[in-house]
């Protein structure tokens, strides 16, 4: 992976340039870690989960 940089006036750098993959493959690390820190929590809180499938049913129910 190559970096690019934005840099300003006094060449402090302000920004960095991505290809649409690299930003896009980030994007889905960064949901995954979110996921797995819901996941540390509930359990820790533990809180009463349900079956996915359970879930999308009652959703679609109270539509």
């Given at each position: 992976?190559?970096?690019?940089?934005v840099?300003?006036?006094?060449?402090?750098?302000?920004?960095v340039?991505?290809?649409?993959?690299?930003?896009?493959?980030?994007?889905?690390?960064?949901?995954?870690?979110?996921?797995?820190?819901?996941?540390?929590?509930?359990?820790?809180?533990?809180?009463e989960?349900?079956?996915?499938?359970?879930?999308?049913?009652?959703?679609?129910?109270?539509?």
């Open positions: 992976m190559e970096t690019q940089y840099t300003d006036k006094k060449g402090k750098k302000v920004a340039i991505l290809s649409i993959e690299e930003y896009q493959k980030m994007l889905e690390e960064l949901e995954a870690v979110d996921d797995i820190k819901l996941y540390d929590e509930a359990k820790k809180n533990q809180e989960s349900i079956v996915a499938e359970e879930a999308f049913k009652s959703i679609e129910k109270n539509r």
